[in-house]
């Protein structure tokens, strides 16, 4: 029987990880039946070819990848606000650059701010937002007339625009304003198209995400890819492979690029029936391209769209506030139900202790406290076990050869002593999805990047290492020193381990002595934050059993 609760608990371990790994949130939704516009299908337009408006000229074929060519007369127009530093180009209009003054690359203070914009000038445009007519004709952005040189936000001056006006040759003219906040990330945007022309013109308005991804993520947990707001649902659009692309269409309440622990987001004023296609660009760069719906312009017509545009990190208050459930970008797979709620605890004790590391040991009690009675059961029961090895050792010897008749004297004696063999297991189990919620939350929440806790630990995302070595270590990875604080939980692995009654099994214990050593080199890379909770888990579990063993029977 204890080889089958050990078989139980293993098992439903490897379920867990199976499923929290494979069967998550859905990665991406069945199209729904609808009439996909021709610029999309790469079918020519039923009607002749209307004039192109700048910023979304560029048709939906494998050209987009080519870059593009130099654009003449283009002003940049730097936005200041206290929150970040963004340069804006009248070529588009686009943002080539977009640096977050309150995060920075590094846990050194001199080190470059985060710019969301992670490609060159000549790879192409990071957001462009504007309406297009289906025409391929020509490939450069736009050059627009603005108002402003440059933009200062701050308390005094609490919302200021930047307005892009332009006019084509064929009639069309276009009007972009963006309206930026000193207090949030979020950046209001309104375009209006009016047709001066004689003749209708069909098109749609159309956004466009480009993105390189990193080359290593920074969070554990860290999803990097586009992410949407599909009726109502989540959905992570995986594109990997080099020239794949996924279409998915229905009403669609934002798009996002994810990156590590920031995002970009479009959010339309009013979700609509609307078409997202993702793209991996042969190039390595991801392209996400957000439709909605046909519309005509009549002659002297004007039609407009508003967006809410989000540049900043996947910080769920940040996202909270912002509102249209952006907040659902932060996604812990199926553990969601517990890992958002111990994440706003976890905040909670941070914004009266100001340290994250003293918040995770404060979060790790409350934990325990709550499932007190349960574990202080598992470990009675483990003790009446142990009372009863003994006997059931003699009861092994004595039927060795009659299977049927031992398991019937081995429930017998559990039955006289009243004792579950399984009481010990239970328990254990029903904390594990609170386990995996509290591993996703440590392992990919922004909240602990280049989070300090004390002494050498300056960063509870990064793994914890005392001196920086010249040389590699096996099984570590980089930066290369002492994990202190992994040893420190080995080593309290090792004594909880100590103090639990053996198995009768002298091989089963044996392998349960192996598990801290196990463990020790799977944490050896897990985010210091995640080793710091699940040493302060042992210390307290230790103090628990000592009670237990103390306490006369």
């Not at 000549?122 to 391929?136: K, P, Q, R, T, V």
């Not at 993702?278 to 957000?290: K, P």
């Amino acid at each position: 029987m204890d080889k089958r609760t050990l078989l139980a608990f293993i098992l439903s371990f490897i379920i867990l990880v199976g499923w929290s790994l494979y069967f998550g949130p859905k990665q991406e939704q069945a199209p729904v039946k609808q009439d996909i516009p021709a610029h999309v299908s790469g079918q020519e337009p039923a009607a002749g070819p209307a004039p192109a408006v700048g910023p979304v000229s560029e048709s939906f074929s494998a050209s987009s990848e080519l870059p593009p060519p130099a654009v003449p007369n283009e002003k940049e127009i730097e936005i200041d606000t206290p929150l970040y530093r963004a340069v804006f180009s009248n070529a588009g209009p686009t943002i080539r650059s977009f640096k977050l003054k309150k995060y920075r690359e590094t846990t050194d203070p001199a080190s470059p701010l985060i710019d969301l914009v992670s490609l060159k000038k000549e790879m192409g445009d990071f957001l462009l937002i504007g309406f297009d007519n289906h025409s391929a004709g020509k490939k450069e952005n736009m050059v627009f007339q603005v108002d402003e040189d440059a933009i200062h936000v701050d308390p005094d001056s609490p919302a200021k625009d930047l307005v892009f006006k332009g006019t084509t040759p064929e009639g069309l003219t276009v009007v972009q304003t963006f309206r930026f906040y000193w207090d949030r990330y979020q950046i209001d945007f309104h375009i209006d198209v009016t047709n001066a022309s004689q003749t209708p013109v069909e098109g749609v308005f159309k956004g466009n995400l480009k993105a390189m991804p990193p080359a290593d993520k920074g969070g554990y947990y860290s999803y990097v890819g586009f992410a949407l707001l599909l009726e109502n649902s989540l959905e992570e659009v995986k594109v990997e492979d080099p020239s794949e692309e996924k279409t998915l269409m229905g009403p669609l309440g934002w798009v996002a690029y994810e990156d590590n622990y920031f995002m970009t987001a479009i959010v339309p004023d009013v979700p609509v029936e609307g078409t997202f296609i993702g793209r991996h660009l042969a190039s390595g760069i991801l392209e996400g391209i957000y439709l909605q719906p046909t519309v005509s312009i009549s002659p002297s017509g004007t039609i407009s769209s508003g967006y809410e545009l989000y540049l900043g990190p996947r910080d769920l208050g940040i996202l909270k506030d912002f509102g249209k459930d952006l907040d659902r970008a932060i996604n812990f797979g199926w553990t969601n139900i517990i890992a958002k709620p111990l994440l706003y605890v976890l905040r909670f004790f941070n914004g009266y202790i100001q340290n994250y590391g003293v918040s995770i040991i404060l979060l790790t009690i409350l934990v325990k406290i709550l499932f007190w009675p349960l574990t202080h059961k598992s470990y009675k029961s483990m003790k009446e076990m142990q009372k009863l090895q003994p006997r059931m050792m003699k009861l092994r010897e004595k039927y060795k050869n009659d299977k049927q008749k031992l398991n019937q004297e081995m429930m017998a004696l559990y039955k006289t002593y009243k004792v579950n063999p399984m009481g010990g297991c239970l328990p254990m189990i029903v904390q594990i999805p609170v386990f995996f919620a509290l591993f996703r939350v440590l392992g990919g929440c922004i909240e602990l990047r280049h989070a300090p806790f004390a002494l050498w630990i300056n960063d509870l995302s990064a793994p914890d290492r005392l001196f920086h070595f010249p040389f590699q270590i096996p099984f570590m990875a980089p930066p290369y020193g002492i994990p202190v604080l992994t040893l420190l939980m080995g080593a309290s692995m090792f004594i909880q381990q100590k103090m639990t009654p053996t198995p009768g099994d002298p091989a089963q214990a044996k392998i349960m002595l192996f598990l801290p050593i196990i463990f020790t080199f799977m944490f050896i890379n897990f985010p210091s934050g995640l080793v710091l909770y699940w040493l302060v888990n042992n210390v307290i579990s230790i103090g628990q059993q000592y009670r237990i063993h103390k306490k006369p029977a």
